[in-house]
Structures are given as C-alpha cells and as structure tokens.
Nanobody, 117 residues
Framework: QVQLVESGGGLVQAGGFLRLSCTAS????????MHWYRQAPGKQRELVAS????????VVNSVKGRFTISRDNAKNTVVYLQMNSLKPEDTGVYYC??????????WGQGTQVTVSS
C-alpha cells in the first residue's frame, strides 16, 4: 500500500508561483511513474505533468514553459510541481498519482490551488 500526501497549495495572485510537493509513504519515486493531475470546478480531472522512472518529463501544452515537474532523487519519496506565472485558469485541486509496477494506481487526497485575477 502506498500513501501519497500533497502539500503546497494555497491562494496566489495571477503571475505568482507555488511549489507543490507529493510525498510518498515508501521510497518508490525513482522506480515509479508519477503524475500530477488537476480538477477545476465543474470539469473533469486532467493530466498536467508526468515524470518517468528514467527521469523523462512531460507537461501538458497549457502549462508548458510555466510548470516543471521534478523529483528528489536523494529522498526518493518526493515529487514536485513548480508552478510559475500562474493564471486564474490554473485554479483547481491538484492531485498526485503513482502508477506502481505499471498497474497499481495510488492517488493523494489533493491540494487546492486558487489563483486570483
């Protein structure tokens, strides 16, 4: 069983920045595909960024150049989402997901990000 806990959300003005953290209960980050998703009010949950076990990263076009996903290789339990130049449309609940062994999905409880205009 893997538990994920997100943190770092909050209220920020447009143009500001936040860094989200996803902390796993076990040391799996370097061997697991990790994702950040978000869900805006009234919308479906969408993928924002991913990092593979090999360290390859992906970000969705809408946040490219503003968001960066990374991991702490020393701790092997933490994945980050650095969010710069935030826009009101980035508002939502941000979730971390781990895909263990390619088949087991684990989700965190989410952290709220609110960007005011």
């Amino acid at each position: 069983q893997v538990q994920l806990v997100e943190s770092g959300g909050g209220l920020v003005q447009a143009g500001g920045f936040l860094r989200l953290s996803c902390t796993a209960s076990v040391s799996i980050i370097s061997t697991t595909v990790m994702h950040w998703y978000r869900q805006a009010p009234g919308k479906q949950r969408e993928l924002v960024a991913s990092i593979t076990s090999g360290g390859n990263t992906y970000v969705v076009n809408s946040v490219k150049g503003r968001f960066t996903i990374s991991r702490d290789n020393a701790k092997n339990t933490v994945v980050y989402l650095q969010m710069n130049s935030l826009k009101p449309e980035d508002t939502g609940v941000y979730y971390c997901k781990a895909v263990v062994r390619g088949i087991y999905d684990y989700w965190g409880q989410g952290t709220q990000v609110t960007v005011s205009s």
